[in-house]
């Protein structure tokens, strides 16, 4: 139990000091490194609290041993981007408020915001004002993840579909990330949808992969005008 959590943590530290001695990295950025709750159902009543306190010794860890290494490197983390799941007991099991509010955890936070304005559950704007509230004062900087790879994207159960077949999204959701003082920037998740020529990627089933990349050309396209 105990001997194997500290293991873990010790494994997750020399993992990263190796990733920056042989990288010369000057940003890392973990995704979500934490689990969800399990499917299996645990009746210890601190469990989700044990789980809590092992991710924070593990991120300080892992920003100490990046920081001994190299203290101009940049260290952060892109967590879900609805608050409620990350501060939910049976959820995420991340105390994000110690991470904004506290030294040694993070350089900066880029919460994974892939919804459109229309979501039901989690609207962009919404989900995007909560954010800011949360790190007006913190010296942790804030970055947003954008849902490209959403973009076109027919799956059921999307409340916001509609809006995922219109290129024009993200330009607004760009325009509403302006207008905030704390947001320093964005990050386009992925790369991929950026080149959606390249035919050793994957594009959903043939159907309705056509009309998926010209939609993305054309989102591709928008942003090359406005650099």
Not at 67 to 90: C, M, W
Not at 147 to 164: A, F, H, I, N, V
Request: proline share 3%; hydrophobic share 35%; charged share 25%.
């Amino acid at each position: 139990g105990v001997r194997v959590v500290r293991r873990s943590r010790c494994l997750a530290r020399k993992v990263w000091s190796i990733t920056v001695v042989l990288s010369a990295v000057f940003r890392i950025s973990v995704e979500e490194p934490w689990t969800r709750r399990s499917e299996v159902s645990l009746k210890t009543v601190n469990f989700g609290i044990v789980r809590s306190e092992f991710w924070r010794r593990l991120v300080s860890g892992i920003y100490k041993a990046v920081k001994e290494i190299n203290s101009d490197v940049t260290f952060g983390i892109s967590p879900a981007g609805n608050l409620d799941n990350l501060r939910s007991d049976l959820e995420y099991y991340v105390d994000i408020d110690t991470w904004v509010s506290q030294n040694g955890y993070v350089d900066y936070l880029m919460p994974q915001i892939y919804w459109g304005f229309t979501n039901e559950v989690a609207p962009f704007d919404k989900m995007t004002d909560a954010w800011c509230i949360l790190m007006e004062n913190s010296p942790v900087k804030l970055y947003i993840g954008l849902q490209l790879y959403r973009m076109g994207s027919t799956e059921p159960g999307q409340s916001d579909e509609k809006e995922l077949q219109k290129a024009s999204l993200l330009k607004k959701e760009l325009s509403y990330l302006k207008k905030q003082k704390k947001i320093e920037g964005y990050c386009l998740f992925s790369y991929q949808y950026l080149d959606c020529q390249n035919k050793k990627y994957h594009f959903d089933a043939e159907q309705f992969s056509i009309k998926r990349k010209r939609l993305l050309n054309q989102i591709v396209k928008s942003f090359k005008n406005n650099s």
